[in-house]
Structures are given as structure tokens and as C-alpha cells.
T-cell receptor, first 112, second 114 residues
Framework: GIQVEQSPPDLILQEGANSTLRCNFS?????LQWFHQNPWGQLINLFY???GTKQNGRLSATTVATERYSLLYISSSQTTDSGVYFC??????????????FGRGTQLTVWP | NAGVTQTPKFRVLKTGQSMTLLCAQD?????MYWYRQDPGMGLRLIHY???????AKGEVPDGYNVSRLKKQNFLLGLESAAPSQTSVYFC?????????????FGDGTRLSIL
């Protein structure tokens, strides 16, 4: 398979603060997705970003595929940003094509 | 457009009972997947299907069976439930991975085995 490591495992912020979440992976990928798991357990797809940079409101993500990492930026955090953020990747070759490998997630808590 | 729909949303079983989880997608996706999520963990792949009539094992397939008789449906079966199968189960679907498309997830099924 492919190893996916996320850091930090836990993050506590005051409302309004900015944060950066990191995802490192051990092999070349053709699919990288960031998810937010809300308190109800739903997986919300934030970004599909195998390379490059994307922005969606207060959130943005950058993937540097050649260096095998991705970053998720959250600016001006709100209490509704709380939850677990997962990075998931798919290898770009071999028998594991189509299979997503998940990191263990970053648990984000935003206090008012 | 419903996307990926999982039924049921919650279920409690006794050890040894059997049940089937249903996943339906209306996006004409070829690939479908079943994952499980345990506390403090990311999702792990149980089984997947690359098209109607096909299935393949993922990372943690033991104790589960699957079927893909129709393109839009992917069923996950537990023949004899065990407490270790208490988990949250997610279904996902996608177009051909070779086209580098994102996977779309259902809302999950919370399953407790007593």
C-alpha cells in the first residue's frame, strides 16, 4: 500500500485563528482528497487536489506531488470548522489503482 | 440527484446474526467501494468493485462478502456478525480511476454488534 501521515494529530484554536494541516505520503499519487468529518460523522469532500493549489472561501489546499505532501489552510477559523480532517490518496499505478488510503486525521477543535 | 445513498443508517445486531448493507449511486459510476472506520482511525477499504458483476478484496475483507449485481448497487454482507465488526461503514463510488476522478461518499451506516 501507501503510507499516509497527517500532522498534527490534534489542534485546538481560538475562533479567528489560522491553521495549517499537513499530509505526507510515501508514493506518487494521481488522486488526493481532503475531507472534513463533521460531528454527525458525515464525510464532506473539501478538495480534490492531486497537484497544485485550490481555494474555496476560507479554505485552501496545496499539493506538491513531487515532494509528496499536501497542506490544508484554514483561515479565520470558526466553531463550525471543528471536526476531523482526513487526507486520502490513491496510487497512480499498479494493482491498487482506484483504492484510497486514508491518514488517521487531524482532530480540530475551535473555541469561541 | 441523490449521489451515494446508504441504508440503513443505524443498526444493532446480536453476535451471530446476519445482515446486508445497501449502497446505491445514481451517478453512473463504474467503481464502488466499501470502507470501515474505527475510532481514532481513518477509513480502511473492505471490498471494492470495478464494474457490474465484479468484486475484489481490499485491506480488511475477512468476515464480509459483497455483490454487485447491478451497476448502481453495491451490497455488503455480514454472514455471522462479530463484536469486532462494530464500526461505521462508508460506501463510495467513482468513475474510472485512470481518469483521476474524486470518490464520492455516502453518509455512513453505524453498526453495533452486541
Amino acid at each position: 500500500g501507501i503510507q499516509v501521515e497527517q500532522s498534527p494529530p490534534d489542534l485546538i484554536l481560538q475562533e479567528g485563528a489560522n491553521s495549517t494541516l499537513r499530509c505526507n505520503f510515501s508514493d506518487s499519487v494521481n488522486n488526493l482528497q481532503w475531507f472534513h468529518q463533521n460531528p454527525w460523522g458525515q464525510l464532506i469532500n473539501l478538495f480534490y487536489i492531486p497537484s497544485g493549489t485550490k481555494q474555496n472561501g476560507r479554505l485552501s489546499a496545496t499539493t506538491v506531488a513531487t515532494e509528496r505532501y499536501s497542506l490544508l489552510y484554514i483561515s479565520s477559523s470558526q466553531t463550525t470548522d471543528s471536526g476531523v480532517y482526513f487526507c486520502a490518496v490513491e496510487r497512480d499505478r499498479g494493482s491498487t489503482l482506484g483504492r484510497l488510503y486514508f491518514g488517521r486525521g487531524t482532530q480540530l477543535t475551535v473555541w469561541p | 440527484n441523490a449521489g451515494v445513498t446508504q441504508t440503513p443508517k443505524f443498526r444493532v445486531l446480536k453476535t451471530g446474526q446476519s445482515m446486508t448493507l445497501l449502497c446505491a449511486q445514481d451517478m453512473n459510476h463504474e467503481y464502488m467501494y466499501w470502507y470501515r472506520q474505527d475510532p481514532g482511525m481513518g477509513l480502511r477499504l473492505i471490498h471494492y468493485s470495478v464494474g457490474e458483476g465484479t468484486t475484489a478484496k481490499g485491506e480488511v475483507p475477512d468476515g464480509y462478502n459483497v455483490s454487485r449485481l447491478k451497476k448502481q448497487n453495491f451490497l455488503l454482507g455480514l454472514e455471522s456478525a462479530a463484536p469486532s465488526q462494530t464500526s461505521v461503514y462508508f460506501c463510495a463510488s467513482s468513475y474510472y480511476p485512470q481518469e483521476a476522478q474524486p470518490q464520492h461518499f455516502g453518509d455512513g451506516t453505524r453498526l453495533s454488534i452486541l
